[in-house]
Nanobody
Framework: QAQLVEAGGGLVQAGGSLRLSCAAS????????MGWYRQPPGTQRELVAT???????YYVDSVKGRFTISRDNAKNMVYLQMNSLKPEDTAVYYC????????WGQGTQVTVSS
């Protein structure tokens, strides 16, 4: 059974950077598009970025130019480099396949102070 473990969140001032990581176990990683999602306080979970196995990427408009998604297929890892963070980026961040096909991990909290 595939599992996802996110890490790398924390408290950062506006304008700062964080790098999130996601370790994926199981066989799905090699064949699936992977994505980062986030759930701001009191709102629904939303897609942030995706990356195909071959490296094609997609970003929602609100993070374009600030966030970079990457993956290491040999290590079954997905990363999200977040620069120029804003208070509105505050959320619990999750990784999963796109479309979602695996149970959600515990996520990692990102808090951006103004």
């Amino acid at each position: 059974q595939a599992q996802l473990v996110e890490a790398g969140g924390g408290l950062v001032q506006a304008g700062g950077s964080l790098r999130l990581s996601c370790a994926a176990s199981g066989s799905i990683f090699s064949v699936m598009v992977m994505g980062w999602y986030r759930q701001p306080p009191g709102t629904q979970r939303e897609l942030v970025a995706t990356i195909s196995r071959t490296g094609s990427t997609y970003y929602v408009d609100s993070v374009k130019g600030r966030f970079t998604i990457s993956r290491d297929n040999a290590k079954n890892m997905v990363y999200l480099q977040m620069n120029s963070l804003k208070p509105e980026d505050t959320a619990v961040y999750y990784c999963n396949t796109r479309p979602v096909a695996v149970g959600w991990g515990q996520g990692t909290q990102v808090t951006v102070s103004s």
